[in-house]
């Protein structure tokens, strides 16, 4: 079993709806939870980084994590086509310089205008 | 603030080729990792350093890869002899408080 699982999608939805993107993981050690957005040829853009369980929210992006279900989201409202992309999970166990991210394989989101 | 630099973006070798990429972090960084993404794949470290000593190396395949930060700044990372499944895209990626920038990478491929 790999530590994260990711839906690897496709997933494409028209412009203005709720995407729902998540991951899994086995290891209960993880503490630090990421989405990074990687559009095509670029390297991942960091989007969102929650401790812990609970909720955070940056404009149209939502975060939610979990724990006791080893379970975290990302939610986009309003989709729009520049949204586009593959978004990536990471988690790690411990925050600050000696973190080591373990990665989702990715969800490839296509927002149709 | 710049970001983080690579070169090349793009390579083509040849198996049993050498091959090296270059990293210049995020200045003041002190933290620099390398990974490797095969298409299809999130992205796996290879190998973290904290200023230009070894935090974490150990999905590096060491017989054939190697890493180094000089100075603790800029960082090189090569491939001697390529194999087929290295074809892939290296990020490096810096960071200061643990949550990584990454760089555009470099795109791999070895025919």
């Known amino acids: 079993q790999k530590e994260v699982e990711q839906d690897p999608g496709p997933l494409s939805v028209p412009e203005g709806a709720i995407v729902s993107l998540n991951c899994t993981y086995s290891n209960s050690a993880f503490q630090y939870f990421m989405w990074y957005r990687q559009y095509s040829r670029k390297g991942p853009e960091l989007l969102m980084y929650?401790?812990?369980?609970g909720n955070k929210e940056d404009g149209r992006f939502t975060a939610q994590v979990d724990k006791s279900s080893k379970y975290i989201s990302l939610f986009i409202r309003d989709s729009q086509p520049s949204d586009s992309a593959t978004y990536l999970c990471a988690m790690s166990e411990y925050g600050g310089a000696t973190n080591k991210l373990i990665f989702g394989t990715g969800t490839l989101l296509a927002v149709q205008p | 603030e710049a970001g983080v630099a690579q070169s090349p973006r793009y390579k083509i070798i040849e198996k049993r080729q050498s091959v090296a990429f270059w990293c210049n972090p995020i200045?003041?960084?002190?933290?620099l990792y390398w990974y490797q993404q095969i298409l299809g794949q999130g992205p796996k470290l290879l190998i973290q350093f904290q200023n230009n000593g070894v935090v974490d190396d150990s999905q590096l395949p060491k017989d054939r890869f190697s890493a180094e930060r000089l100075k603790g700044v800029d960082s090189t990372l090569k491939i001697q002899p390529a194999k087929l499944e290295d074809s892939a895209v290296y990020l490096c990626?810096?960071?200061?408080?643990?949550?990584?920038?990454f760089g555009p990478g470099t795109r791999l491929t070895v025919l």
């Open positions: 990626a810096s960071s200061l408080r643990g949550d990584p920038f």
């Open positions: 200045s003041g960084h002190a933290t």
């Open positions: 929650t401790y812990s369980s």
